[in-house]
Nanobody
Framework: QVQLVESGGGLVQAGGSLRLSCAASGGTFSSGAMGWFRQAPGKEREFVAAISWSGTTSYYADSVKGRFTISRVYAKTTVSLQMTSLEPEDTAVYYC?????????????????WGQGTQVTVSS
């Protein structure tokens, strides 16, 4: 079974940067749109960013717009999230998501494949 695997999480100081990446593991699949979600303790899972299959359309949550950039520069089966100007409020487990659909979506239910998450902690 195909699984998505995130990497790049860690501990950074406020104002710092991190780059998360996500790739398929356990086989090849026809990837469509991909996205990132995050979940902080005691909170619901929140949409962060998404990118279409072609890479020509992307969406961002208002809370991260202008600071985070989603891309699939290296392959259509991978996705990255460049995070800059990180704030303590960005602390969460970040999850990679994939779907066979071509169009990017902000909806949690639109995604079929999920990673196990990578922890991002931003200290003040």
């Amino acid at each position: 079974q195909v699984q998505l695997v995130e990497s790049g999480g860690g501990l950074v100081q406020a104002g710092g940067s991190l780059r998360l990446s996500c790739a398929a593991s356990g086989g090849t699949f026809s990837s469509g749109a991909m996205g990132w979600f995050r979940q902080a303790p005691g909170k619901e899972r929140e949409f962060v960013a998404a990118i279409s299959w072609s890479g020509t359309t992307s969406y961002y949550a208002d809370s991260v717009k202008g600071r985070f950039t989603i891309s699939r520069v290296y392959a259509k089966t991978t996705v990255s999230l460049q995070m800059t100007s990180l704030e303590p409020e960005d602390t969460a487990v970040y999850y990679c998501a994939g779907t066979s659909k071509y169009s990017a979506s902000v909806s949690y239910s639109a995604y079929e494949y999920w990673g196990q998450g990578t922890q991002v902690t931003v200290s003040s």
